[in-house]
C-alpha cells in the first residue's frame, strides 16, 4: 500500500510539474507577444515588388505574394493591392499579402489586310482593339475601300484598348497621275488631311 502511495505521489507531482511548466511558458509567451514592436504598415501600391520586399524587412515586416492580375494603370512587376491597408499597425514579423501588376493584357493584332473599314472595326472591337487615325492611298492590288495594311501590322502583341491605323486603298494608280510623283503625293497628302 505504501509503494502505490508513492508511486501515485510521483504521479502527481509529475502532473503539477508539467501544469505549471506550461501555464508559466504559456503566460510568458503572451507577454513576450503582447509586448513585441509594432510598426505602422508602408503604402506599397505602385512600388516595385522587389523593392517593397526590401523595405519590409529592413521594418521586421515579410510579403506575400497572392496573386498576380493584368493592370492597364500600374506597370508590371509593381504592386496593385496590399493587405492589411498602408498605415494599419502591425507586429514585427507579420507578413503582408500583396497583389502584383503583370502589366497590361497584350492583344494580337488580327489579320485586317482586305476588309472594308466596317469589317476591320468589328474584328478589332471584338478583338479588344480600337480604330486609329484613317489614311488613304492608291493600290493597283488592293481594291478600292479595302485595308491595304494596318499599323501596328498583323500578329503584333499590344495592349488592350490600343488604337490600330489603317491604311485604305483608293483603288488603282490613275493613269493621269501615274508619272506625275509630286502630283500624286500632294493629292494623297489632301486625302490623309481631310
Given at each position: 500500500?505504501?509503494?502505490?502511495?508513492?508511486?501515485?505521489?510521483?504521479?502527481?507531482?509529475?502532473?503539477?510539474?508539467?501544469?505549471?511548466?506550461?501555464?508559466?511558458?504559456?503566460?510568458?509567451?503572451?507577454?513576450?507577444?503582447?509586448?513585441?514592436?509594432?510598426?505602422?504598415?508602408?503604402?506599397?501600391?505602385?512600388?516595385?515588388?522587389?523593392?517593397a520586399k526590401h523595405d519590409l524587412y529592413k521594418l521586421g515586416l515579410y510579403i506575400d505574394k497572392i496573386a498576380e492580375r493584368n493592370s492597364m494603370e500600374i506597370l508590371e512587376g509593381s504592386i496593385i493591392s496590399q493587405e492589411p491597408e498602408a498605415h494599419?499597425?502591425?507586429?514585427?514579423?507579420?507578413?503582408?499579402?500583396?497583389?502584383?501588376?503583370?502589366?497590361?493584357?497584350?492583344?494580337?493584332?488580327?489579320?485586317?489586310?482586305?476588309?472594308?473599314?466596317?469589317?476591320?472595326?468589328?474584328?478589332?472591337?471584338?478583338?479588344?482593339?480600337?480604330?486609329?487615325?484613317?489614311?488613304?492611298?492608291?493600290?493597283?492590288?488592293?481594291?478600292?475601300?479595302?485595308?491595304?495594311?494596318?499599323?501596328?501590322?498583323?500578329?503584333?502583341?499590344?495592349?488592350?484598348?490600343?488604337?490600330?491605323?489603317?491604311?485604305?486603298?483608293?483603288?488603282?494608280?490613275?493613269?493621269?497621275?501615274?508619272?506625275?510623283?509630286?502630283?500624286?503625293?500632294?493629292?494623297?497628302?489632301?486625302?490623309?488631311?481631310?
Open positions: 500500500m505504501k509503494t502505490l502511495k508513492i508511486i501515485g505521489f510521483i504521479i502527481l507531482s509529475f502532473i503539477i510539474v508539467f501544469l505549471l511548466g506550461f501555464v508559466l511558458s504559456r503566460t510568458a509567451l503572451y507577454f513576450y507577444t503582447k509586448h513585441r514592436s509594432e510598426v505602422p504598415v508602408p503604402n506599397l501600391v505602385n512600388k516595385d515588388y522587389k523593392k494599419s499597425v502591425v507586429k514585427k514579423g507579420y507578413t503582408i499579402k500583396v497583389i502584383v501588376s503583370k502589366g497590361p493584357e497584350m492583344i494580337k493584332i488580327p489579320t485586317l489586310d482586305n476588309l472594308t473599314i466596317d469589317e476591320a472595326r468589328i474584328r478589332l472591337i471584338n478583338s479588344g482593339l480600337e480604330v486609329g487615325n484613317v489614311n488613304y492611298s492608291y493600290s493597283n492590288e488592293i481594291q478600292k475601300g479595302k485595308v491595304i495594311y494596318s499599323q501596328p501590322v498583323y500578329g503584333m502583341d499590344v495592349p488592350r484598348n490600343s488604337k490600330i491605323d489603317l491604311v485604305i486603298s483608293l483603288g488603282k494608280i490613275p493613269t493621269t497621275i501615274k508619272n506625275q510623283k509630286d502630283i500624286y503625293d500632294s493629292y494623297l497628302e489632301d486625302l490623309n488631311e481631310n
